[in-house]
């Protein structure tokens, strides 16, 4: 934690020669010396985009809508990848085989999190997870849930808690967080390669 | 049945809207902060190089050879367009919320021309042509201080 | 210094919105392409570089997604500039002259199409007193445009003739997205788009990749029977403020030449990075090219222009007559920035 009591620490010492900018001659506009000097401008910018996630994603995201999660295989390895963006980063391949995976995964890694990155959007500290989905070969973020944090550990097993099946849309949302689902744990030396 | 990759036309796939802002906040340095600083009390200055040449908008070394400017000069708030280009549909953020004009304008008593805007009729718009500033009433120390310039009629 | 070369190119065929595909699956197969016509195996390069920029379809980091296509895992020696793939070529060349590589992948790419690409490139302006007013590419273009016309480096009716003589070329191009045009004559009736520039003298905006393999030396001629060497190369760049640059010439683009040994022999074709009509003749006078050099006979980028590839193809059209015997030297310019502001010259050459 910063001491907020102590004073501010002292200005960095700047070798000479190494970075120095010379102070401005105000001589000629002498009346600007007597009044606020602008140090500072804001440069916001925005800017629209109509983005399209590409052929691999959008079959990713048009079966999550059905409640299903779908990799997509490469020919050279036979890995399979999710999210599926098209291409193999093993092979360079195109990946064109749909993989039907399961809902249910195994933490590969976590981390608790105590900050409040999310505007109160989670209460802390909460845990979240490299997950690696049943049937895929490389592991996906996800919130664990229902579970006290200090109980979360590699080789968990899980399952994907979805929000109800009225609300289905083609985001990753879908799946609101991962759950224990009571299957014995994945011994760690299984999950060598994943993480 | 998943969709086959090489039947999925274009209009299969997912699109969505996607907004990315850059809500930056940057120092100006004492030469930039001055510009804007004079800009805030209706003004203009430049900065004058080892030629006596002034630069306006001033910048903290010399474009040519690289040397280290300190010498703040005043520039006055009128001058003469020496290119200029008619922006008909405006965009998001652009100073004029109708049809304007892009100018390089060089002001009195500047050496070199600064790019901006002028409040004109596209056939009012001639290389050469007398411009002055026009200022916002409110001025914050920035470029949205200086609305315009507008011919001088 | 190593001789290096051009020894395979492939690009996409060059289209307004590829709307279909991410950024790595427009790219992948040109990249699977070169490769399999380069010879050089698929996990055998001794470097890859590529370039691209982030702000044009707004995918942060989109690079790494297009590392995919390259095999990148387990890693690889590997770079990226935020620039046109000109640049990547550059850095790919000087890892050559290292002696660091033998072999090196290029590639480059651009998704425009999902925002204002006009609007985007205001980004690139001064932060502090150009960017705050959001002018568009095409706003800056025409200021250097009227310059230009009122110094007598060109005329609306000698744009109008280099908008007609590179949609028609572009014919010929099976790459290119416009492959024809109206008259000239009927191209001077049309509206302005910016006065001074009218829409015929932009560039289109354009989707579209490129990716090319460099050898040196005796790696070169086993892997091709007729290299495009690269003779020469160099960079520059003008100041970045509009306002203390003369803005109907190009200094950057005279040295760059002269450092590349443009004028070391006779150079028969030009490929050049116009984005608008009147870039052409300010790049002419600043090479040093006389009348009877052909400029841009693929069209050049007012044919096709996706951003941050169209520098590179640029060096693959003059590669690709290098490598068919067509022509035995040529010049290759590519710009980055507004009103060519930052330049590089190649100058490539057949042997025998």
């Given amino acids: 934690m910063t001491d907020t009591t102590s004073s501010q620490p002292a200005p960095i010492e700047i070798p000479e020669g190494v970075w120095s900018q010379p102070a401005v001659n105000m001589s000629a506009v002498a009346d600007l010396e007597s009044v606020e000097a602008v140090r500072s401008v804001r440069a916001f910018a925005s800017m629209t985009y109509d983005y399209t996630p590409g052929l691999a994603t959008t079959r990713f995201l048009r079966a999550i809508k059905e409640k299903r999660l779908v990799g997509e295989r490469c020919s050279e390895t036979g890995k399979v990848y999710i999210p599926p963006r098209g291409v193999s980063p093993v092979s360079g391949l195109p990946t064109t085989e749909q993989v039907e995976l399961g809902l249910d995964g195994t933490v590969v890694s976590f981390c608790v999190v105590n900050l409040d990155f999310t505007g109160n959007a989670q209460e802390i500290p909460y845990v979240s997870a490299l997950i690696l989905v049943d049937g895929s070969d490389i592991p996906i973020y996800g919130l664990v849930r229902e579970i006290p944090y200090n109980e979360v550990q590699p080789g968990l097993r899980l399952k994907s808690v979805w929000v109800e099946d009225s609300e289905l849309t083609t985001s990753f949302e879908n799946i609101k967080w991962w759950a224990p689902n009571g299957e014995p744990d994945v011994p760690a030396s299984d999950l060598a390669d994943y993480i | 049945m998943p969709e086959d990759a090489t039947t999925m036309g274009d209009e299969d796939v997912l699109r969505a809207p996607l907004v990315l802002e850059y809500p930056f906040k940057r120092t100006t340095g004492p030469v930039i902060g001055a510009f804007l600083t004079a800009l805030r009390e209706g003004r203009f200055i430049g900065i004058e190089d080892d030629n006596g040449k002034v630069l306006c908008p001033p910048v903290e070394y010399d474009p040519a050879s690289g040397a280290s400017l300190t010498k703040l000069v005043p520039v006055g708030s009128e001058g003469e367009v020496l290119s200029w280009s008619w922006n008909q549909s405006v965009r998001d953020g652009q100073p004029l919320d109708h049809p304007f004009a892009w100018v390089m304008v060089q002001l009195d008593g500047a050496d070199t021309p600064m790019m901006h805007v002028v409040d004109a009729p596209h056939e009012a718009m001639a290389t050469g042509m007398r411009v002055r500033a026009r200022f916002a009433s409110e001025r914050i120390g920035s470029m949205d201080d200086l609305l315009c310039f507008e011919p001088v009629s | ?352």
């Fill in chain 3, 1 to 352: 210094m190593r001789d290096v070369a051009i020894i395979a190119t492939a690009q996409t065929k060059h289209v307004r919105a590829a709307t279909a595909t991410n950024e790595v699956e427009m790219i992948q197969p040109v990249i699977q392409e070169v490769i399999e016509r380069s010879g050089v195996d698929r996990h055998g390069f001794d470097f890859t570089c590529s370039g691209s920029s982030d702000y044009l379809a707004g995918q942060p980091f989109s690079f790494v997604m297009t590392l995919d296509a390259v095999a990148a895992w387990p890693p690889i020696s590997e770079s990226h500039v935020e620039m046109d793939g000109a640049w990547a070529l550059y850095e790919a060349w000087v890892k050559i002259q290292t002696g660091h590589a033998d072999t090196a992948l290029v590639y480059s790419y651009g998704k425009s199409s999902p925002g204002d690409l006009p609007r985007v490139l205001s980004r690139m302006t001064d932060p502090y007193y150009e960017a705050p007013l959001w002018p568009s590419s095409v706003d800056i273009a025409a200021l250097q445009a009227r310059a230009a016309i009122q110094a007598g480096v060109t005329s609306e009716q000698a744009m109008a003739d280099i908008a007609y003589r590179s949609r028609t070329s572009a014919a010929a191009n099976p790459f290119a997205q416009l492959t024809s045009s109206a008259q000239p004559s009927a191209l001077m009736d049309e509206e302005y788009l910016a006065d001074p520039l009218r829409r015929h003298d932009c560039a289109p905006i354009t989707d579209g990749g490129v990716a090319i393999v460099l050898a040196a030396g005796d790696k070169a001629r086993s892997l091709c029977s007729r290299p495009a060497w690269i003779r020469g190369i160099d960079h520059r760049a003008d100041g970045h403020h509009l306002n203390f640059r003369d803005l109907t010439t190009s200094p950057s683009v005279s040295i760059a030449a002269e450092k590349a040994g443009v004028a070391n022999g006779p150079i028969e074709i030009a490929e050049l990075h116009t984005c608008f009509t009147h870039h052409e003749p300010i790049l002419r006078s600043a090479l040093g090219l006389g009348d009877d050099v052909e400029v841009n006979p693929s069209g050049g980028p007012l044919a096709a222009n996706p951003m941050m590839a169209a520098g590179l193809i640029r060096m693959v059209e003059v590669a690709n007559r290098i490598h068919s015997g067509e022509v035995s030297r040529g010049v290759a310019h590519a710009t980055g920035g507004h009103a060519l502001q930052h330049n590089l010259i190649a100058v490539l050459e057949g042997e025998g």
